[in-house]
């Protein structure tokens, strides 16, 4: 279960550990789409807005959820990095006792907001009923959900990249497979979309647990490691924190753009959804980058080895950016045929058109998203989750928002400057990362180097 990946060559590393991160972020995707096809073949549009709705809820929860875990992903690989496996046991024991009491809180406190939450969302009334019942079951389920990105992030903080892909690739099967028992055999609706979500994610984490069981090597858990210890709670915080609140920012944005395209009539809304979609499964690449940067540089860090880690967030960049620009150039010539699978070409003429100018500019985001998700990797490494923090927000409330809104406005009769408009705001991202990058290694400052020898 533990590996040491300081040594051999960067390049082979970076695209072994990244692959299986690939394949997982594939499947989750997969795995939250199932229960939207698969209700929309059972049940009306009431049935198929109550779960789009209440599954994007519970996909800005778990994208919070899973950056606050990279705090641990962190801690453990400076630790096995520097060869200290009590302290990786520590960071494992006290990353348990803490999602295990933030999973609580969140399960008691979100099932007190069920119906607030309905309304903030602007829910339709027909889907309102549905909608609550769906959330009201993932609520419930949320220590599993937790449970179960945090197996992961502990994982891969010790090497290992392929084992959370196996717990997602069961828990995609189950999910398909209870989808189709709750909503065709059964009739649930949206309960048995959240019934289905809720055990699958359960038989994930049992699975997981079976593993750990059958693998009692490398790194050992005590029963003391699980005593809160102020130290190694920091650090696991310290740069979680950070990053789950960018991601929170980042999923309100991408709100607020869906906003302002409902703002310009139904078919620039449609084309708008289906364009997300679609970059939703480009920026597969991207975030593996910076999972694998954030892991992989970690345990460089950990080990003392900053031009390792240096190397490794250089060759995530020539990767990521390779396969931006492959995708743009793509885009540049298919992007109507490809909006047009969503849709149907006799009644969504309209929606093809603008969905094609929208996703010509914002598939260049593929490209500058690359980078800035690379350099946020690599500061998570440092312990410098931040800067990572910093950038974001400074290209959304500077740039991404404003200028969606202003080129909505501008432009009404295309999409394309809006695209472009969300591809500048990665863009300013990059030029924020690369400053933040030369002043870290001018003041040569790794933190998590330093938080290593302060313990």
Not at 132 to 151: E, K, V
Request: aromatic share 8%.
């Amino acid at each position: 279960m533990q590996q040491n990946l300081t040594t051999g060559s960067v390049w082979k590393t970076v695209v072994r550990f990244s692959l299986p991160y690939l394949l997982s972020y594939f499947l989750q995707t997969l795995y939250g789409m199932a229960d939207l096809f698969i209700i929309g073949q059972f049940e009306g549009v009431a049935s198929t807005t109550a779960v789009s709705v209440g599954s994007q809820v519970m996909h800005m929860l778990t994208v919070m959820i899973v950056g606050l875990a990279m705090g641990s992903t962190v801690s453990i690989g400076q630790a096995v990095g520097a060869g200290d496996a009590r302290r990786a046991g520590r960071s494992i024991g006290n990353t348990a006792t803490l999602f295990l009491g933030l999973s609580l809180v969140l399960t008691a406190l979100l099932l007190l907001l069920v119906d607030p939450i309905v309304a903030l969302m602007s829910t339709p009334e027909a889907a309102a009923e549905g909608t609550a019942d769906y959330l009201t079951i993932c609520f419930l389920g949320i220590p599993f959900i937790t449970a179960y990105n945090i197996i992961s992030s502990i994982f891969r903080g010790l090497g290992d990249s392929r084992s959370p892909m196996y717990f997602i690739a069961v828990a995609c099967a189950a999910n398909i497979g209870l989808d189709y028992l709750f909503m065709g055999g059964l009739g649930l609706g949206p309960s048995g979309a959240a019934l289905g979500t809720t055990l699958s994610q359960t038989v994930s984490v049992v699975t997981a647990l079976a593993v750990i069981a059958r693998r009692k090597r490398g790194i050992s858990v005590r029963q003391s490691d699980f005593k809160p210890a102020r130290p190694v709670m920091k650090q696991i915080l310290s740069v979680g924190v950070p990053v789950a609140l960018q991601d929170g920012f980042i999923q309100i944005s991408f709100l607020l753009i869906t906003v302002i395209a409902n703002g310009r009539g139904l078919s620039d809304a449609a084309a708008v959804g289906i364009v997300e979609k679609i970059i939703s499964f480009l920026f597969l690449m991207p975030s593996s980058m910076l999972s694998a940067v954030s892991a992989l540089g970690a345990q460089s860090v950990g080990a003392g080895k900053a031009d390792r880690a240096r190397q490794i967030l250089r060759c995530a960049i020539c990767i990521a950016v390779g396969f931006g620009l492959c995708a743009a150039a793509v885009m540049q010539v298919f992007a109507e045929p490809v909006v047009g699978l969503f849709t149907d070409p006799r009644d969504g003429a309209a929606v093809i058109r603008l969905g094609g100018q929208y996703l010509r500019g914002y598939v260049w985001d593929c490209v500058f998203a690359g980078v800035h998700f690379s350099f946020s990797g690599y500061f998570c490494a440092c312990g410098r989750s931040s800067l990572s923090f910093l950038h974001n927000v400074i290209a959304i409330v500077l740039v991404r928002v404003p200028g969606a809104y202003l080129t909505s406005a501008l432009f009404p009769d295309t999409l394309l400057p809006m695209g472009l408009a969300t591809a500048t705001g990665s863009l300013v991202s990059v030029l924020v990362c690369v400053a933040a990058y030369q002043l870290v290694c001018r003041r040569g400052g790794h933190g998590g180097t330093k938080a290593l020898s302060d313990r």
